[in-house]
């Protein structure tokens, strides 16, 4: 039997034609599941599916095999759509095409009864209408995730699926903290002729003589070449092209002059000439391609004369916070209210990445959200950051909304502490992150999930873990998850040392302006010793040891 099965994120086709297979049909029987308005007496909007992709693929196959050694057809299609389906819309279509239309009903009644119990694909919860309580509940208990990312594991999953951005040419003036895409090489010798490295006199580098007599002047800016001979000098000024080869320079400090002619008092060793070509020759490699174009590379490129070097774009970042809870800092909360901190968190951080950041925020209802975004806009964002709702709470919709946007979610769980709840989503070069709405787990996530990913968007490899000792003691409970634990790294005497912050919760938000590290602490690991050597990862704006 010709078997062929989908899972898809988009809505299903309005019609599928017969699976063709070898020899002529006498059925076609074909089924649509549609979501009803109303799901355990609740109104509900949408539903939402969750699967483990190559796992329900790999079922739903096995399934249709064995019920087709009872009820032999011809070919069966499967498409099952996945993340939130609006109600109204199909979730599945199945279509089977037999010889006889009784063993097609047979096989398609037998695979619906037993896709749910046999597949793993959940109805993970039910958004509800505007307007209305939400139930609580899941519809179906989540079920537990095959073992939530590893920490490696999501590092290695954003490093290698987020792809650097198309480069751009840019003004010098632009191209502070970007990437360079290019290797620029030097176009000239620089310097470009001899110059005089002094303000003194030129004389041939062989003419000890005590006394010269001026013949030109050269200012920083003249060009007259010219030659020499012994007992000839010429004034030349710091800059000075020289006026011909075989020379040096005696400091005005050494000479004294009477009208146009001088008197060396001391004959120095040093020929005080900065030779052509002595700081880079034409071809010389001076930036490579991947450089993050610091102050110092921007002067050499100006230097150069690469006035438009080719570098990663801006990328356009979007941070929308949820959660009804807040109110914006300038506001004094009511009751159960609280002031929102990671707008201010994510401003602050991204202060030293060149991009273009969009903030807002999205009401707590999946429906009035949607219709809050602009669509065409939104696919024009390359980053987009939605805080809060990534958990599983009866209002958290980040992954639904997501999906609904085209993400394919690459993992919604890693095994991290702060930070659990982090959605990864990727939707052809675009990248989306749903960040737990804890400001201590934001500020977590956003230095090992975030950080990496822009700095692959821009053409990097990324931030990696270094080691330093503790300072102190770093004593907890043990956990089974590994923590970034928030810590402040100093230099004492020139060496670098890890102090642990306190902190007790994700939630925390007094250990941030002294944290500028995270200590990687292994998972069951209660008590680090002072002077343990650890691996840690630079915050934002940390000085490297
Ligand atoms: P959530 O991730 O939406 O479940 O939120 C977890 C906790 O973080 C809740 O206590 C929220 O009130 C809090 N929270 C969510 N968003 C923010 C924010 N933007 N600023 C400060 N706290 C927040
Ligand atoms: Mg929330």
Request: overall charge neutral; glycine content about 8%; hydrophobic content about 40%.
């Amino acid at each position: 039997m010709k078997i062929e099965v989908q899972l898809t994120g988009s809505p299903l086709a309005e019609s599928y034609s017969p699976l063709s297979t070898v020899g002529a049909h006498g059925a076609f029987v074909e089924f649509r599941g549609i979501i009803r308005g109303e799901e355990r007496g609740q109104p509900v909007a949408a539903l939402e599916y969750e699967t483990y992709a190559e796992m329900a693929l790999r079922e739903i196959r096995r399934l249709l095999e064995s019920i087709a050694e009872r009820h032999p057809c011809l070919g069966v299609r499967v498409v099952h759509r996945t993340g939130a389906v609006p109600v109204g819309e199909a979730a599945v279509y199945i279509g089977v095409v037999s010889l006889h239309r009784a063993e097609a009903i047979a096989l398609l009644g037998e695979f619906l009864d037993r896709l749910k119990q046999s597949v793993p694909i959940w109805k993970r919860r039910m958004v509800p209408v505007a307007g209305t309580v939400p139930s609580k509940t899941a519809i179906s208990a989540p079920k537990p995730r095959a073992g939530a990312c590893s920490l490696d594991g999501a590092l290695a999953e954003i490093r290698s699926r987020c792809q650097p951005l198309p480069a751009v040419p840019a003004p010098l003036a632009e191209a502070f903290g970007r990437v360079l895409r290019e290797t620029v090489c030097a176009p000239e010798d620089m310097p470009p002729f001899d110059r005089s490295a002094r303000d003194g006199y030129a004389i041939l580098s062989t003419d000890a003589a005590g006394h010269f007599q001026v013949v030109d002047t050269l200012d920083a800016a003249d060009w007259r070449p010219r030659s020499l001979q012994p007992g000839q000098a010429v004034r030349v000024a710091t800059g000075s092209a020289l006026p011909c080869g075989g020379l040096r320079v005696v400091m005005q400090e050494h000479v004294e002059r009477e009208g146009s002619r001088i008197r060396v008092l001391e004959h120095e060793h040093a020929s005080n000439i900065r030779l052509r070509g002595e700081d880079m020759q034409a071809g010389q490699p001076l930036v490579q391609a991947g450089a993050r174009l610091n102050a110092g590379a921007l002067a050499l490129l100006g230097a150069a004369g690469c006035v438009q070097p080719l570098v990663s774009p801006r990328p356009r970042v979007a941070h929308f916070t949820t959660g009804d809870e807040l109110v914006s800092p300038q506001q004094t909360p009511k009751p159960g209210q609280i002031r929102d901190s990671n707008s201010t968190l994510i401003r602050g951080l991204l202060q030293n990445v060149p991009c273009d950041l969009e903030q807002n925020h999205l009401t707590e209802d999946f429906e009035t959200a949607w219709r809050q975004l602009d669509p065409k806009r939104l696919a024009k964002v390359d980053l987009l950051l939605v805080s809060g709702g990534a958990s599983v709470g009866a209002k958290d919709f980040s992954r639904p909304l997501l999906e609904r946007l085209g993400f394919e979610i690459i993992f919604s769980q890693v095994n991290v502490r702060p930070g659990k709840p982090l959605i990864f989503g990727i939707n052809g070069r675009r990248v989306a992150f749903g960040l737990p709405g804890n400001p201590l787990a934001h500020f977590v996530c956003f230095h090992f999930a975030v950080a990496l990913a822009l700095a692959r968007l821009a053409g990097e490899s990324g931030p990696v873990f270094l080691r330093a000792p503790l300072a102190a003691k770093l004593e907890d409970e043990p956990c089974p998850r590994e923590t970034l634990w928030p810590a402040h790294l100093e230099w004492n005497s020139g060496a670098p040392r890890l102090h642990p912050m306190v902190w007790a919760s994700s939630g925390d938000l007094s250990c941030l302006p002294a944290a500028n590290t995270l200590i990687r602490v292994p998972a069951n690991q209660a008590i680090l010793e002072a002077g343990t050597e650890v691996d840690f990862l630079p915050a934002a704006g940390m000085v490297c040891p």
